[in-house]
T-cell receptor, first 115, second 108 residues
Framework: DGGITQSPKYLFRKEGQNVTLSCEQN?????MYWYRQDPGQGLRLIYY???????QKGDIAEGYSVSREKKESFPLTVTSAQKNPTAFYLC??????????????FGDGTRLSIL | QKEVEQDPGPLSVPEGAIVSLNCTYS??????FMWYRQYSRKGPELLMY????GNKEDGRFTAQVDKSSKYISLFIRDSQPSDSATYLC????????FGTGTSLTVIP
């Protein structure tokens, strides 16, 4: 079955530590996205990528980094510079439509907590 | 003013009721409108995707778009306990804008 796989489901970060969240898709989608979801705040865009080897900052990119070396994969690193990383992180993908208007499909998320 | 406004609820209804979920938006340039359903500890799942004003039906779900009023709705007929989830509206104008979600509980 085609879909988006996020791992791990739960992740704990120690003070000063960088952690990497995995996102893999087999939908053959060109575009991939990372969102952060906090209670009462909805989804906030961290980074997105329209094609391999290219990505753009979203609304809250500070303290995060990404790479897009393969079409199927879009890992997110939460760095020690992100002072409030506790949240539910969602990865999404879509076909590359004009203006980015194609619906996004989501993985089941990674919940990151601070130790 | 937020681009997309959605009442967070919570909304609680008896099984079999008709549910109405709504979002308003401020920018008339929005072109595509979506509804997602999100179960607890899961990612959002696409329910409906519409472009123009009017209604789109899929089983027990009907999406309604009124561009003149900048208002979209999702109706759920014969609601079931399995419909208990958070419902997110979304719309696009070269990028995605999501509502904050409405929490729905259907009581057996």
């Amino acid at each position: 079955d085609g879909g988006i796989t996020q791992s791990p489901k739960y992740l704990f970060r120690k003070e000063g530590q960088n952690v990497t969240l995995s996102c893999e898709q087999n939908l053959n989608h060109d575009a991939m996205y990372w969102y952060r979801q906090d209670p009462g705040q909805g989804l906030r865009l961290i980074y997105y990528s329209q094609i391999v080897n290219d990505f753009q900052k979203g609304d809250i990119a500070e303290g995060y980094s990404v790479s897009r070396e393969k079409k199927e994969s879009f890992p997110l690193t939460v760095t020690s510079a992100q002072k409030n990383p506790t949240a539910f992180y969602l990865c999404a993908s879509s076909t590359a439509g004009v203006g980015g208007n194609q619906p996004q499909h989501f993985g089941d998320g990674t919940r990151l907590s601070i130790l | 003013q937020k681009e997309v406004e959605q009442d967070p609820g919570p909304l609680s209804v008896p099984e079999g009721a008709i549910v109405s979920l709504n979002c308003t938006y401020s920018n008339s340039a929005f072109q595509y409108f979506m509804w997602y359903r999100q179960y607890s500890r899961k990612g959002p799942e696409l329910l409906m995707y519409t472009y123009s004003s009017g209604n789109k039906e899929d089983g027990r779900f009907t999406a309604q778009v009124d561009k003149s009023s900048k208002y979209i709705s999702l109706f759920i007929r014969d609601s079931q306990p399995s419909d208990s989830a958070t419902y997110l509206c979304a719309m696009t104008r070269n990028q995605f804008y999501f509502g904050t979600g409405t929490s729905l509980t259907v009581i057996p």
